[in-house]
């Protein structure tokens, strides 16, 4: 049965049951910046409470995508990296670390503006927020796709405290914990603590050691005073670090026994050469009648490349909240710094075929006032938000060392050492080079946001947000050690600013159909602001882009609260969206980003909550999207029809589970998650080479829980039916191989929590 069938059909069977007497739990969620149960809540929004944070096994922010329609993520340089998200088609497939991309992330209220920066520890958290759609008004800043809020637990006046250790396949070791209660009369404390280790599910031939392992740090420690009952300050302090290996890819060979490149059949069949030795079937050789390569291992590797990726960041955060009667007033002060350094070795096998570093270094400040007043039939805010993001990369490559050299030290004549298959040395070929990027963003918008209710069921929302941003861009790229046919090329410097200005904003109406039904509807925009970006001869600008959203849906709970069923419906219409692209200029690859000229997105969204009987808890959402570049031409050719990157036409999550109750031994829960995926393509031009055909991921979990809510005891497995599937890909047949990062396989574990 495909996925789309699959809701309708459970509500039709459902809504007849009779009702268990336990009533689905309220959520309240911020979406609105306002404290709104979700039911109440006009806009697509996917709420996770920290007890389905905890059951569901989420780890890394990104991991909600699995258990959210139309959210999904790649990850381009592995999932240890820099994530790609996509939330109804809308997204920047790039793994530059200084490109933002247009789905925006909030840790506290705190926008999160490198790409790099949005994949960190769940740690501690209330709920997570996961707004669908453009959140032009409110949150401005890349909210082109739609918003995701984590927010922690706060102190509070009452001592609690928590602690889980747990372990799991390739000696995943994990420990973390919480503790908070008042200091004094007027302050509280919280905080939060985890450290995670792992040797990794891929073995490397090369070494014999395992790969992709990884070791994370992430903290938070927050104080909370109350200088008055209207008064109120926070501080909140956090940071981390993460040590994993560096990226490890699989590739396929592109070339054929003759030395020519295969076809896409071929490549696809794994019948073309590996020359590069990764395949252990295919040792580096000869090329010229050499066998057709297997299809490389899922879990083995052969690299000679064993690097570590280091990342570290902290912030602080000071939010401060008056109440005035029926005015609030707030502050949120925020300064957030991150340093990254990630060196690769792209080809992925025995042979120094592309190699590179890349370091970060990037700080952020940002400053936000919002004034809000609220009665029973009128409330608005108004803001002020400001941001300053100064950003250093330095970049260098080496490239086909170990075909160049015909001796130690011998960059220059290029002749073909022994065994080598191709005696690659092509004229005017360039081996070495080093790039650097210094941007300084400055963002300055004003925002006003009110809702009217026009009579007890019927409610106007509208709003309006001015966008001011600054680019300032300054590059240089030089060669370096050219070849005897290839004189020294001279540097090439870039810089350059640009200015973007934007009025986006929204009308909403939602009608209270009965005390259990909320329909609405409405027209929204969008803005991401344009950018400048380092090419081989300087810079480049492209343009902002901007989408116009309608979309209607509805809120509903049935069956005296034992079901709840909401659902969207939505088209897009996008201009000049900003579309990522890899290019090879003179040997050297780069990324880069250009604007189609029009796009279309339409889908719906529907998610089902339903408690047949008080021991049985069932969750549904299904995605659905139809995806096209309606006019996009770029010097390399037409692509206007194709399917928009990372947009799977049907998604399809779920999460069932049983309680067996033990009476005074506690609670038994047994639970199954899954998520089906469409096929989906890697890049604009949609080649067959870099698209994942559609799988389903299985997940189990069983925990005893006691009597007295003190101990919880599980055990999970992930991924149980090992199914190997990418989460990005790139074509490097220039280099004679296609490159591809691939999700983890299956993996098993225990943990145990002690609540105090």
Known sequence: MRPS??????????????????????????????????QDTPISVTAFTAE?????????????????????????????????????GVGLNDFGVLNQGPVAA?????????????????????????????????????????????ISRKPTDEFDAWLRAGAGSWGLTKIEGALGGPVSEKTSFRAAIMKTDSDGWMKNRFTGHDQQGIDELAWRVM????????????????????????????HLGVWNATGDMCSTTEILAGQCADIFGYSENAPYTTLNGVDAQAVPAYDEGNYDFEAQN???????????????????????????KMDDFRPEESDGGPNNILTGELSVNQETLAQEFQVKWQDDKWSWIAGLYYLNDEATDNTAFDILRDLRFSAVGDDVNCSAPAGNPTGFCPEGFIFKSKSGTNQEINSLALYFDTSVNINDDLKLSMGVRYTDEEINHTSFFFYDEPTAGNPALPNFPGSSSNDFKNISGRVLLDYQLNDDVLVYGGITTGFKAGGIQSTSDGVSPYAEEELVSYEAG?????????????????YYDYSDLQVFAFVIVGGIGFSTISNAADASIAGAELELQWLPTDNLSVNLGLGLLDTEYKDFVIASGDFSGNKITMSPEVTFNGLIQYDIQLGDTGVVTLQTDFNYQDEVFFDALNNP??????????????????????????AFGRNLGNKEYMVYAFDLSFFGFNEEMIGTPRSYGIDATYRF
């Open 5 to 38: 069938l699959v809701i309708p059909l459970l509500f039709v069977f459902c809504s007849n049951l009779y009702a268990a007497s336990t009533m689905i739990e309220e959520i309240v969620v911020t979406a609105q910046k306002r404290s709104e149960n979700l």
């Open 689 to 714: 080479l870099l698209r994942e055909n559609s799988y389903w991921i299985w997940n189990a979990r069983a925990s005893w829980s006691s009597a007295n809510d003190h101990w919880e005891v599980a």
């Open 223 to 250: 104080l909370e005073t109350q200088f008055s009952d209207d008064f109120t300050v926070l501080l909140n302090v956090h940071g981390g670090k993460t040590e994993s290996d560096a990226v490890q890819y699989r």
């Open 310 to 336: 280091d990342t570290e960041f902290w912030g602080v955060s000071v939010t401060a909240d008056w109440t005035l009667g029926n005015y609030s007033i707030t502050s949120i002060t925020s300064f957030d």
């Open 106 to 150: 909030y840790n506290d209220q705190t926008y999160i503006s490198s790409n790099a920066a949005q994949i960190f520890q769940l740690l501690d958290l209330e709920r997570v927020e996961v707004l669908r759609g453009p959140q032009g008004t409110l949150y401005g800043r890349n909210a082109t796709g739609g918003a995701v809020n984590f």
């Open 52 to 88: 389905a944070i905890d059951a569901l096994g989420f780890r890394q922010s990104v991991d909600v995508t699995a258990q959210t329609p139309n959210y999904s993520v790649g990850y381009p340089n592995g999932d240890t990296g820099v994530p790609a998200p996509f939330i109804r």
């Open 554 to 570: 509805f809120k509903s709970t049935w069956n005296n609260g034992t079901i709840r069923f909401n659902g969207s419906a939505f």
